[in-house]
Nanobody
Framework: QVQLVESGGGLVQAGGSLRLSCVAS????????MGWYRQDPGKERELVAS???????NYADSVKGRFTISRDNAKKTVYLEMNSLKPEDTAVYYC???????????????WGQGTQVTVSS
């Protein structure tokens, strides 16, 4: 069974940095895209950044130049380096992976449990 487990959230002052990690476990045939989303209470979940298995990254305009997404395919891990954090970055951050389980017949979206990031002003 495939699972995504995030770590690295917490409380930081504005201007500070945090690094999120997400490890995928289980038998995976292919995982072409991994990414990070975030959600504030009362708002829709939004894409923060995504990255392909070849390393092509995509960012939300609100985080360009401040956040960097990377992945280690051998470790089935995706990272989100967050710098120059702002109070408006406060949200629950969710790891996402678009993948095909080993022995499975289809492509599915998997989600982590979420990790809280709080940026104080």
């Amino acid at each position: 069974q495939v699972q995504l487990v995030e770590s690295g959230g917490g409380l930081v002052q504005a201007g500070g940095s945090l690094r999120l990690s997400c490890v995928a476990s289980g038998s995976i045939f292919s995982m072409p895209v991994m990414g990070w989303y975030r959600q504030d209470p009362g708002k829709e979940r939004e894409l923060v950044a995504s990255i392909s298995s070849s390393g092509t990254a995509n960012y939300a305009d609100s985080v360009k130049g401040r956040f960097t997404i990377s992945r280690d395919n051998a470790k089935k891990t995706v990272y989100l380096e967050m710098n120059s954090l702002k109070p408006e970055d406060t949200a629950v951050y969710y790891c996402n992976a678009y993948l095909r389980p080993l022995g499975g017949s289809g492509w599915l979206d998997y989600w982590g449990q979420g990790t809280q990031v709080t940026v104080s002003s």
